[in-house]
């Protein structure tokens, strides 16, 4: 079995090489910047492309993929909201390319395409079904929202076989970006008092990687040809419930301070409806209060 991960250096990315090349596969990786042998070797790649994710480049690669992994694209909605014209490159552009080289090469492949509940925009404080349909709430998330319509768009033009995850917050030990990575950042080098954006009332679904990687292995199994489905563990937990448990961890004494300011272009509520998710026999196994002093003892370990 051969896999091609786009994206294979980002944090997802890695980590599914590192996945799949345990489960026996044969690993190919495209994306930016180079990577040594012994970098791969790490991350459980056999083999690097530095390259744009293109139809010339994927193809050039000269194999036939079993899986194709897209993980290449922007990941930050405040990228998006500075850059509109360049993030709609990265996201919309990249998947369409590798749409169409397996609709022209590699039509046999399963695409597994990570997406996000930002295609769904502003919702209540209650679990997001899959079906419901919302307004985007930044450039991110109508960029993805159209990468999805082109995978739903070449699966059932092409018969093409793609599953569509929606992560919601994932997170782990070497993810230097988002709300772990920025509060652990903050807290560690204060001494008095923290601000963060927001009201701290704002919440979120954290799904650690380890489930993530699971949940992708079950989709793998599945006959349907176009699957949308959502990967969260359908528990909500506030900004400020959150930013305790570091604090807590790392400085017990510190002042927590929200500035009550609209962080532009995040929801207010991001929690997974999971009811689809348990029909695939998938239940997220890792326990945030556990997990989280994990990854600020790996955070603190980087500043010894």
């Known amino acids: 079995m051969k896999i091609l991960i786009t994206g294979a250096k980002g944090f997802l990315g890695s980590h599914a090489a590192r996945h ?7 690993t190919y990786g495209i994306g930016h910047g180079d990577l040594l042998v012994d970098e791969c070797k790490e991350i459980g790649l056999d083999y690097w492309y530095k390259s744009d994710v293109s139809v010339k480049a994927i193809q050039g690669i ?11 694209g922007s990941g930050s909605v405040g990228f998006s909201v500075e850059h509109p014209y360049e993030d709609f490159k990265k996201t919309v552009d990249g998947t369409l390319e590798v749409l169409e080289y397996m609709r022209l090469y590699n039509p046999e492949a399963h695409l597994l395409y990570p ?3 930002a295609v ?8 997001i079904k899959e079906d419901y349909i919302g307004k985007p709430a930044s450039p991110y998330g109508y ?18 076989k793609i599953s569509i995850i929606r992560l919601f917050s994932v997170y782990g030990n070497g993810l230097k970006k988002q709300l772990f990575w920025d509060a652990c950042k903050k807290i560690v080098k204060t001494e008095d ?11 979120r679904d954290f799904i650690h990687i380890s489930d993530v ?8 199994e599945q006959k349907e040809r176009l699957i949308v489905i959502n990967g969260g563990s359908g528990k909500k937990y506030t900004i400020n419930n959150v930013v305790k448990m570091i604090k807590d961890l790392i400085n017990p004494k510190l002042k927590i301070r929200f500035n009550n300011r609209i962080n532009r272009g995040n929801p207010i509520y991001y929690w997974a409806n999971t009811q689809k998710l348990e029909n695939y026999g998938f239940k997220a196994k890792k326990k945030l209060e556990e997990e989280i002093k994990s990854y600020v003892d790996w955070v603190k370990g980087l500043y010894d």
């Open 20 to 26: 799949f090349k345990g489960l026996g596969y044969e």
């Open 62 to 72: 000269n194999e036939k993929f079993d899986v194709i992994v897209h993980c290449g």
């Open 115 to 117: 997406s996000s509940p």
């Open 120 to 127: 769904q925009g502003e919702c209540e404080d209650k679990p």
């Open 143 to 160: 960029h993805k929202k159209i990468a999805e319509d082109l995978c739903q768009s070449y699966s059932e033009k092409f018969d093409l």
């Open 193 to 203: 008092e923290v601000v963060f954006f927001g009201t701290g009332e704002e919440t």
């Open 213 to 220: 990687l699971s949940l992708f292995s079950i989709l793998l």
